[in-house]
C-alpha cells in the first residue's frame, strides 16, 4: 500500500521535473504604494513594423519595470505630450516645459514571424542629446527578456546603479482543492511574474529554494519521500541530486557566494542547529551547537559570516556567528519575533521578519547603526529576498489571505504585489545577476 | 472542552484500574510523572506484561474506555481515538491534559512493541517558514520524551516536522491558528 503510493508520487515526480511552461496571464501588478520624488521619464509606446501577435509590448514592459524599481514615475501613455519615433522628431523645449528629465523612444521590426529587431534610445531632455541606443535580435520566446534587459540598461545610466529587471526569481505555489493532494510547485519566472516554468511538483511540501550564485541550479527542501530531504537540481540539464536525507530536519538550504557550500539546518543530533555541507566532498561542519532552535542561516556577501535565527533566549531573535563557527553574537534586540534574515549585497543592511502579536512584517537593520526600519505593513509578510542590487526586497505577503508575492524599495518608499490567478505563492527568492 | 473532560473522566478510570492488584506498578508510574529515570527501567517488555491481558480497561462516564489491546487503536470510544496533542503559540510545552492522553498513548506502545507511531509536527502560519519547522519538530520531540517516558521502545516512535506546510484549518484566525499548532500521533503496525 506504502510502496504502492510512494511509487505514484514518484512517477509524478518525475514527470514533474520537465520545465513546464505555464500561462503568462495569470498575473496581476498592483501598485500599493507609490514613491514621491520618482524621476519622470517617458516611455513612448515602440512603433511596430510589421504585424506581429506576440502579446509581449516591449515599451510597456520597460514602463512597468522603471515604475516597480519605486525610482521612476513613468508618464502615462494617454498623457504623454507627444510620441516621437525618431531621433529627429523630438522637441525637447516641449519635454523640457513638461518636466520630463527622460525620454524613451523605439522600434520593434518584424522580420518575419518569430525574428524581431528591437531598438530604443534614451534621450537626456536636457541635455538635449541621446545618451544611450542599442540594438537587438530578438524571437518570441526571448522579447520578454530583451525588453527586461534594455529596463536594466536604461536603469543603469540614470542611477548608476546595475539593473536587476532581467533575472529570475522562484517560489513555491501550492493548490488545495476539495477532495484531492494538494499539489505544491517550484517555480521560476521573470522578476514581473511571467514566464512562469514549473521545477517540480509534488503532492507533498516543496520549501526554501535558494538559488546558486551563477544561477544555474537551485537547492530546496523536498518532503516527497514523506520526510524533509534537501535536493539540487540543475535548471538546464534537470540533473538532481539529493545532498542531505538526515534523521528529523533538513531544511534552509542556502548557498555560500562562492558556490562551493551550502549552509543548512540539521537536527540529526536531536536539536536543530546550523551545519555547513562542502558540495564537492559531502563534509559536514558543524556551526552552532545549542538546545534551542537554531535555523534560516544565510551567508554575508563575502562568505566569512553566517547570520541565522535562535531561540537561544525564548524567542526567535538574529545571531551572526563566524562561518567557520564560534559563538555567535546577537543582532536583534527590538520586538519579540525577529526571524528569517538576509544580509543586502553590500553587506550593509539586514532584512528579517519582525513579528509583533499576529503582526508580520518586514523590516531592515542598518548593520553599523543598529537602525531598524519597518518597510511593509503585513499581516503576515515573510521569506524577504534582496535583489542581486540591493534596490528591491521581494516577499510573500496575503491579499484577502491568499498567498501573493509583493516587492518593496529597499527604502521602503515603493511597494507593490504580484497576484498569481491560481493557488498560494509563498518563499519567494531572488536570483542572481545574468552571467 | 470535550477533552477535559474526557481526561478527568480517565483519571477516575485509572484509579479504577490501580485497584485491581495487576495494575498496582502501573498507577504508580502515573502517579509520579516526573520520576524519569524510574520510568526508563519500566521498559517495553514490563509495562507491556501489565497490560497484555487487556483487562485494564473501565469505562469512563463521558463513554470513553481505556484499554490498551492492540486493536483499541480503531475504536472511536477508546481513549486513544485522541490522536492529536495542541500547542500555544511558539511554544512546545505541553499541557497537563495533554500529558494524561499521551501517557495513555505511551501505554499503548509499550503494550504492544509491534505497533508503531510517527509524530507529525506542526505550526501555525504565523511567523517564518523554517522556524515553524524547528519550532514544530521540538513539538514533536516534547511529545516523544513523553512516550518514551512510559518505557516505550525508541524505535517505535519518529518524528516528522512539517511546520506550516499542512495546515488542517485553512482559515487565518485564533480558531484555525490554535487547530494547526500540533503533534498528529500516526500509527503503524510495523
Not at chain 1, 535555523?295 to 556577501?301: A, F, M, R
Not at chain 2, 509491534?114 to 524547528?134: C, I, K, P, Q, T
Request: hydrophobic share 40%; charged share 25%; aromatic share 8%.
Amino acid at each position: 500500500m506504502q510502496n504502492l503510493k510512494v511509487r505514484k508520487i514518484l512517477i509524478l515526480m518525475v514527470l514533474g521535473l520537465f520545465l513546464l511552461p505555464a500561462a503568462q496571464a495569470a498575473l496581476r501588478v498592483e501598485i500599493t504604494k507609490g514613491a514621491d520624488g520618482a524621476v519622470p521619464i517617458a516611455v513612448v509606446p515602440f512603433e511596430i513594423l510589421g504585424r506581429t501577435t506576440n502579446t509581449a509590448n516591449v515599451s510597456d514592459i520597460v514602463a512597468t519595470d522603471l515604475q516597480r524599481s519605486g525610482k521612476f514615475s513613468p508618464i502615462e501613455k494617454t498623457k504623454l505630450i507627444a510620441t516621437p519615433k525618431d531621433l529627429e522628431e523630438v522637441n525637447y523645449k516641449l519635454w523640457r516645459i513638461a518636466g520630463v528629465d527622460h525620454l524613451v523612444i523605439g522600434k520593434l521590426k518584424v522580420l518575419k514571424p518569430n525574428q524581431y529587431e528591437v531598438s530604443f534610445r534614451l534621450i537626456d531632455v536636457f541635455k538635449g542629446a541621446q545618451v544611450l541606443g542599442y540594438q537587438f535580435a530578438a524571437n518570441d520566446s526571448s522579447l520578454r527578456g530583451i525588453s527586461h534587459h534594455i529596463s536594466d540598461l536604461i536603469y543603469e545610466k540614470i542611477t548608476g546603479q546595475k539593473g536587476a529587471f532581467d533575472t529570475k526569481i522562484a517560489y513555491v505555489t501550492v493548490e488545495r482543492k476539495q477532495g484531492v493532494q494538494p499539489s505544491y510547485k517550484l517555480q521560476v519566472a521573470d522578476t514581473d511574474g511571467f514566464n512562469s516554468q514549473t521545477v517540480l511538483n509534488s503532492t507533498q511540501p516543496i520549501m526554501s529554494p535558494s538559488w546558486s550564485p551563477d544561477g544555474s541550479k537551485l537547492a530546496y527542501v523536498s518532503f516527497e519521500k514523506r520526510k524533509p530531504e534537501i535536493y539540487v537540481q540543475n535548471l538546464y540539464s534537470q540533473q538532481r541530486d539529493k545532498v542531505t536525507s538526515f534523521a528529523g530536519i533538513n531544511g534552509a538550504p542556502v548557498w555560500s557566494p562562492d558556490g562551493k557550500k551550502l549552509a543548512l539546518t540539521l537536527s540529526k543530533k536531536g536539536n536543530p542547529d546550523i551545519f555547513v555541507l562542502t558540495l564537492a566532498t559531502k563534509k559536514l561542519k558543524q556551526i552552532t551547537k545549542h538546545w534551542g532552535i537554531d535555523t534560516e542561516p544565510s551567508w554575508s556577501p563575502n562568505g566569512n559570516e553566517i547570520v541565522f535565527t535562535s531561540s537561544r533566549t525564548g524567542k526567535p531573535q538574529i545571531y551572526r556567528v563566524a562561518a567557520s563557527g564560534g559563538s555567535p553574537k546577537r543582532l536583534t534586540f527590538e520586538g519579540r519575533y525577529n526571524a528569517s534574515p538576509e544580509i543586502s549585497s553590500d553587506g550593509r543592511t539586514l532584512i528579517f521578519v519582525q513579528g509583533e502579536g499576529n503582526v508580520f512584517k518586514i523590516a531592515s537593520m542598518d548593520l553599523q547603526t543598529s537602525y531598524i526600519q519597518i518597510l511593509t505593513d503585513g499581516p503576515l509578510d515573510e521569506s524577504p529576498s534582496f535583489a542581486p542590487n540591493g534596490s528591491m526586497i521581494i516577499y510573500a505577503s496575503t491579499d484577502k489571505f491568499k498567498g501573493v508575492l509583493a516587492a518593496v524599495s529597499t527604502d521602503g518608499r515603493f511597494k507593490q504585489k504580484l497576484v498569481l490567478s491560481e493557488g498560494d505563492v509563498r518563499e519567494p527568492t531572488w536570483g542572481p545577476f545574468r552571467k | 472542552m470535550k477533552l477535559t473532560k474526557i481526561v478527568s473522566a480517565l483519571m477516575l478510570a485509572g484509579l479504577l484500574s490501580a485497584c485491581s492488584p495487576d495494575n498496582v506498578k502501573d498507577g504508580d508510574a502515573a502517579a509520579d510523572d516526573n520520576a524519569q529515570s524510574e520510568n526508563k527501567n519500566a521498559d517495553g517488555a514490563q509495562t507491556g506484561g501489565l497490560n497484555g491481558d487487556g483487562t485494564a480497561g473501565g469505562t469512563a462516564l463521558s463513554g470513553a474506555t481505556v484499554s490498551y489491546e492492540k486493536s483499541a487503536i480503531n475504536d472511536a470510544n477508546n481513549v486513544l481515538a485522541e490522536k492529536v496533542i495542541y500547542f500555544d503559540f511558539d511554544s512546545d510545552q505541553i499541557s497537563a491534559d495533554f500529558q494524561e492522553l499521551i501517557a495513555h498513548h505511551g501505554k499503548y506502545l509499550a503494550a504492544n512493541p509491534s505497533m508503531s507511531v510517527r509524530l507529525e509536527g506542526h505550526a501555525d502560519e504565523r511567523g517564518s517558514r523554517e522556524y515553524n519547522v524547528a519550532l514544530a519538530h521540538r513539538r514533536a520531540q516534547s511529545v516523544r520524551r513523553l512516550v518514551l517516558f512510559q518505557g516505550v521502545n525508541a524505535e517505535q516512535v519518529s518524528i516528522i516536522s512539517y511546520g506550516e506546510e499542512k495546515p488542517v484549518a485553512l482559515g487565518h484566525d485564533d480558531e484555525a491558528w490554535r487547530l494547526n499548532r500540533r503533534v498528529e500521533l500516526v500509527y503503524e503496525a510495523r
